[in-house]
Structures are given as structure tokens and as C-alpha cells.
């Protein structure tokens, strides 16, 4: 039996589903995926990443990222990212990012409205955003980069808005075609790159063109840490 018949069948079923609903379009499928969340090779956690479309040109995202055994037992720690935004030609249109991180007991929240007049709201207070039009939040950036592979017209750089209200440019960059292992069969996929012009974030995307293009593995670094995050399911949105 051939490693492609041991695809789960959530992911065939995902396939078969994407294939007819989004034949002709250029826009994401929904999915659900979740990865392993690695440092230094050992795991520390798990991320679930769930993407849809909610009617009328609007879509939503969310991201949760927990720690998982020893790194929960001394180091617990749990993010949760909600985004909402609009789908039109030209891809996603970020107007809602939250953000809210458990740590030792604490929770901090974030929230960034990027409608007509940008704002950042947070515990700290909020202020008023000057940032371009079509600015990216975290999702948004991530969602328009697999758009751009998938569907062509990626850019040479993007602005985007963080999680605390700063705004940020990243260069993008095509690389060389990389094999790598996922649930069960062997994939080739397409590395960009994505590194924070004057500063030290960088991150990886391995998109699976077989694979609608959705990434199969993620590294990124802060300039201090490095991370890793494995596929390790997908499931139909």
C-alpha cells in the first residue's frame, strides 16, 4: 500500500469537499490544522489554527496555543488569537485582531480595530493607530502569503500591525523547493520567507501545493528563541 493511501480520511474528505466548493476560486479553503509546537526539538505544546468564512465576504480566524506536559507543569502558558476581517479580490482585509495570553496567572489582552480609524485597545490603555490602509494583523499576513502562492501576485514586502499596536515591515522571499514528511507521506513543498526589515523576527511558511497549499511545517525565531510548529492533523474547517 502506497503512503498516500494512509492519509487520514479527514484529509481526504477535506480534499474532496475544497476541490468542488473552491473550484475556480482564488481563496483559501476553510481547515482546522494542528501542529506540534517544538523548541530545541523537544515538544512544548500544541497549536490548533482554524480558518472560515462567516457570509457576506467576511471571515474569521482563530489560533490556540497551549503548552502541553512538562512545559505545562513549570512553564504553563496559553495564547488565544481571534481575528475577523473581510475577503475580496485582492485577499484579507484584517478589521478585528484579540489577543489574550494566560501566563503564571496572569492574562494580558490585547485588541487592534483596523477599520477606518485604526485603534489599539489593551490594559494598558488605547491610542489611535497610524498605520497604511492595507495593513496586515498576524493571521491576516499569513492568510494573504498562502493566498499569494496559491493563487500568484506575492510582494516583495508587507506591512503589519502586531498584537500591541506596532507596525512592522517584512521582506518575502521564495526559496528552493524542500521535501518534507506529514501525516504519513512525503510532500513537497515551497519555503517562504518572511523577515522583519530593521529587526529580528523571521519565519518560514512550507506551503504543500498538494496539500492546498496550507503550510506543513512553520519556523520562526524572535533573535532569541526558535520554534517549530509540525503538522500533525487537519481536519475539514
Excluded: K
Excluded at 476553510?30 to 468564512?53: D, S
Excluded at 491610542?127 to 499576513?141: E, F, H, I, N, T
Amino acid at each position: 500500500m502506497s503512503a498516500r493511501c494512509r492519509i487520514p480520511v479527514a484529509v481526504v474528505a477535506l480534499f474532496a469537499l475544497l476541490a468542488a466548493a473552491q473550484a475556480g476560486a482564488c481563496r483559501l479553503p476553510p481547515f482546522a490544522l494542528t501542529y506540534a509546537l517544538e523548541r530545541g526539538g523537544i515538544t512544548v505544546g500544541e497549536v490548533v489554527i482554524r480558518f472560515r468564512y462567516e457570509g457576506e465576504g467576511r471571515y474569521s480566524y482563530r489560533s490556540d496555543t497551549r503548552t502541553t506536559g512538562l512545559a505545562a507543569l513549570f512553564a504553563g502558558q496559553r495564547i488565544e488569537q481571534r481575528s475577523e476581517g473581510m475577503w475580496t479580490a485582492a485577499g484579507p482585509r484584517p478589521v478585528r485582531h484579540e489577543q489574550e495570553r494566560e501566563r503564571g496567572g496572569e492574562v494580558a489582552r490585547h485588541r487592534l480595530d483596523l477599520g477606518p480609524m485604526p485603534r489599539y485597545q489593551g490594559d494598558a490603555g488605547q491610542w489611535l493607530l497610524a498605520v497604511p490602509d492595507a495593513v496586515y494583523d498576524p493571521p491576516g499576513l499569513l492568510l494573504a502569503l498562502i493566498r499569494a502562492e496559491r493563487c500568484g501576485g506575492l510582494q516583495g514586502s508587507y506591512p503589519m500591525v502586531t498584537e500591541t499596536g506596532l507596525l512592522r515591515r517584512f521582506r518575502v522571499e521564495r526559496g528552493v523547493p524542500v521535501a518534507l514528511e506529514a501525516l504519513g507521506e512525503t510532500w513537497q513543498t515551497i519555503p517562504l520567507a518572511r523577515e522583519e526589515v530593521n529587526g529580528p523576527f523571521r519565519m518560514t511558511l512550507y506551503l504543500a501545493p498538494e496539500f492546498e497549499h496550507l503550510p506543513l511545517r512553520i519556523d520562526w525565531s524572535d533573535g532569541e528563541r526558535e520554534y517549530r510548529l509540525r503538522l500533525q492533523d487537519a481536519e475539514q474547517g
